[in-house]
C-alpha cells in the first residue's frame, strides 16, 4: 500500500479490532499479536469492508496473511 494516509487509517482500524496496534506495522502476522484469532480476523475483515467502503476478497477471512494482505487487497478493491 502505498497511500501513507490509507495505511495509517488500516492501523487504526486494527488497532480498534484488535485493542492494540500492529507492532509491526503492515508486516504484523497474527502470531505478533495476542488477540488475533479467527474471530478477530472476521471482525478485521468486516471493519476494514465497512470504514473504506470497499469489498474484499473473502479469502482475507481466513487467519495467516499480515496486515499487509488486507493493504494489497484494499489496493487491488479500489
Known amino acids: 500500500m502505498?497511500?501513507?494516509e490509507l495505511a495509517e487509517r488500516l492501523r487504526a482500524v486494527f488497532t480498534d479490532v484488535m485493542g492494540t496496534p500492529p507492532v509491526n506495522g503492515l508486516k504484523t502476522m497474527p502470531e505478533d499479536?495476542?488477540?488475533?484469532?479467527s474471530l478477530a480476523q472476521v471482525r478485521l475483515f468486516t471493519a476494514v469492508e465497512r470504514d473504506f467502503g470497499l469489498v474484499l476478497p473473502k479469502q482475507l477471512m481466513l487467519i495467516g496473511p499480515d496486515l499487509g494482505a488486507f493493504a494489497t487487497a484494499m489496493d487491488s478493491a479500489q
Open 2 to 4: 502505498e497511500n501513507t
Open 33 to 37: 499479536t495476542e488477540n488475533w484469532d
